[in-house]
Each structure stands twice: as C-alpha cells, then as structure tokens.
Nanobody
Framework: VQLQASGGGLVQPGGSLGLSCAAS????????MGWYRQAPGKQRELVAA???????NYADSVKGRFTISRDNAKNTVYLQMNSLKAEDTAVYYC??????????WGRGTLVTVSS
C-alpha cells in the first residue's frame, strides 16, 4: 500500500488548511490511520488518528482546531486544520497501521504557518 499525502503549503496564522492522504488500496482493513508531524529540531509527534470504527484521538495541542476524518469509498483520510498557529509548522506525515502487517508511511507534506 502506498500513501500519498497532499495539501500542505503556506498559510497565515489563524488560517485553515486541509490535508489529504490517499491510499493506493482499500483503507477499510487498516486498524488506524492518521497524521504525525515533525517540526525542525523536534521529535515526530502524533497529531491525530482515526480507527476503523471511526474513533478519533488528537494531540492536546490541536484539540478543538483539527479534525480528522476518513472516506473509505475514496480510500482517503483527511485532516482539516483550523486556527493555525506558528507552532503548527512542521512536516506532516500520514500513516496507516494494520495488526500483523505493520505501519505504512506516506511522504511528508510541509505546512508552514507564517505571516
């Protein structure tokens, strides 16, 4: 399975941006999918995750601002980011995990929040 992330770019503080992660195959059997991010000089951190049952989990720093969703018919996971802050600047990586198979990673997409 290949994951293709898209939607990164430059946005002003307070703005919004949407990321997409399209899988080359069905995402239905993945136990969880989501997004990590890595800012310069920092460790990669989990931003948001969604399970096959549509349960969601968010980093405290993005709760209330980011929304993760999935469209099984389109084999795509989305991350809607609102009220963006400078500290959200990072490379965002989508992932998909399946018990017994492991974790797949997409190439990162850069999000820059700056005026």
């Amino acid at each position: 399975v290949q994951l293709q992330a898209s939607g990164g770019g430059l946005v002003q503080p307070g703005g919004s941006l949407g990321l997409s992660c399209a899988a080359s195959g069905s995402i239905f059997n993945f136990n969880a999918m989501g997004w990590y991010r890595q800012a310069p000089g920092k460790q990669r951190e989990l931003v948001a995750a969604i399970t096959r049952g549509d349960s969601t989990n968010y980093a405290d720093s993005v709760k209330g601002r980011f929304t993760i969703s999935r469209d099984n018919a389109k084999n795509t996971v989305y991350l809607q980011m609102n009220s963006l802050k400078a500290e959200d600047t990072a490379v965002y990586y989508c992932y998909a995990s399946r018990i017994g198979t492991g974790t797949y990673w997409g190439r990162g997409t850069l999000v820059t929040v700056s005026s």
